[in-house]
T-cell receptor, first 111, second 112 residues
């Protein structure tokens, strides 16, 4: 299996622009997680899905952030409009039971 | 509020020694706890899981303990090697949820 696949790996955008991050989980995994990692705050859970249904989005910082999982093999995290403080590495992870499998992350820089 | 704390200062040790990393949690009752390794520019990779009714778990040179009275987990790497240099993260999982909450991680550097 190719593992969790995230795109883009790097994104540089200007404040106010819309950003869409994409994730393909490992086939057969029924849970999907979006995390954000910064030096100051570490790895923060934004939202997680179980069987494509959002279970807990209490970590989503503001209404500017939204996440969808239209099917078992695809999820998106959207930021609209983006702000400089959104600059971070965004990780997607999937799980069947127990351990999380992380993608390589999407490094977002908002100028 | 719920908090998971790891030593934010980097830990430097000599090759061959045992590295011990700490994970403390407050206002939390995790059903189980996991440890991950993260290399620069990469996503975290799972290492070990320990349940609340287990005191200790081992895997090769790795050992994890879980003390629910002290609200603490210790992660040991014996006979450390420079290749063990990385950031190590602990994660707490509450029973009945899939909510994996991570500590901020401790950077370990093993000196040759």
């Amino acid at each position: 299996d190719a593992g969790v696949i995230q795109s883009p790996r790097h994104e540089v955008t200007e404040m106010g622009q819309e950003v869409t991050l994409r994730c393909k989980p490992i086939s057969g995994h029924n849970s999907l997680f979006w995390y954000r990692q910064t030096m100051m705050r570490g790895l923060e859970l934004l939202i997680y899905f179980n069987n494509n249904v959002p279970i807990d989005d209490s970590g989503m910082p503001e209404d500017r952030f939204s996440a969808k999982m239209p099917n078992a093999s695809f999820s998106t995290l959207k930021i609209q409009p983006s702000e400089p403080r959104d600059s971070a590495v965004y990780f997607c992870a999937s799980a069947r039971t127990g351990e999380l499998f992380f993608g390589e992350g999407s490094r977002l820089t908002v100028l | 509020s719920q908090k998971i704390e790891q030593n934010s200062e980097a830990l430097n040790i000599q090759e061959g020694k045992t590295a011990t990393l700490t994970c403390n949690y407050t206002n939390y009752s995790p059903a189980y706890l996991q440890w991950y390794r993260q290399d620069p520019g990469r996503g975290p990779v799972f290492l070990l899981l320990i349940r609340e009714n287990e005191k200790e778990k081992r895997k090769e040179r790795l050992k994890v303990t879980f003390d629910t009275t002290l609200k603490q987990s210790l992660f040991h790497i014996t006979a450390s090697q420079p290749a063990d240099s990385a950031t190590y993260l602990c994660a707490c999982i509450t029973s009945g949820t899939y909510k994996y909450i991570f500590g901020t991680g401790t950077r370990l550097k093993v000196l040759a």
